[in-house]
């Protein structure tokens, strides 16, 4: 699960159903860091932490769905995961992942940019790291998707840094894999018809 901010009504809740969270920001961890250990010890289950990275780089066409857009709440950008580290050195115990999500339904060339821009301002922590998760908007399922670029930069990022690599390719798993079929069953009149 990932989400800009957790909730605590909610929190115990989410605690109960995952085994993977990512966090928005140091805030955030170091408030649910507590909870998620005593989640782990209530479930005698590991969940393994993540935190959301802004590598400040767009590949983004529309401003609204570019996360590294300026003013974006997504994800702990380079100088203030710095800052967050000088203040803490330990501020990743617990942390054994790093996600980011930059692409919107997007070419693997997009992804080895960011990929770039991310290694620039936080690869030296991969490597501290069991897992990086590539985020979403991979459309590998495309027919003109250049599958051996996505294929080099997971086998660069497993290889060099000896971590997981997730993906996350949402719409992709489903694009033009069918048409929904339905029948209308009736007519109300409300301030117009509604099926």
């Not at 009504?9 to 109960?16: P, R, S, T």
């Not at 974006?72 to 115990?93: H, K, Q, V």
Request: net charge negative; hydrophobic share 40%; glycine share 8%.
């Amino acid at each position: 699960i990932f989400a800009p901010a957790y909730r605590d009504d909610e929190f115990d809740e989410i605690m109960g159903l995952c085994d993977h969270i990512v966090f928005n920001s140091f805030a955030q961890w170091k408030r649910f860091r507590p909870l998620v250990k005593k989640a782990e010890a209530d479930r005698n289950i590991e969940i393994e932490c993540g935190l959301r990275l802004n590598p400040e780089h767009s590949e983004g066409a529309v401003p609204i769905y570019d996360p590294c857009d300026a003013g974006s709440r997504l994800g702990i950008r380079p100088a203030s995961f710095e800052a967050a580290l000088a203040e803490d050195p330990n501020a990743l115990d617990g942390i054994s992942g790093l996600h980011f999500h930059t692409l919107c339904e997007q070419n693997s060339d997009c992804l080895a940019r960011t990929l770039e821009a991310v290694e620039k301002h936080f690869g030296k922590y991969f490597h501290q790291m069991k897992w990086i998760n590539f985020g979403g908007g991979h459309h590998i399922t495309r027919d003109d998707y250049d599958l051996e670029l996505l294929c080099s930069c997971i086998e660069h990022v497993r290889d060099t840094y000896g971590v997981q690599v997730y993906l996350e390719p949402g719409e992709a798993v489903a694009l033009n894999a069918g048409v929904l079929v339905s029948t209308v069953l009736d007519v109300i009149q409300a301030d117009m018809p509604i099926a």
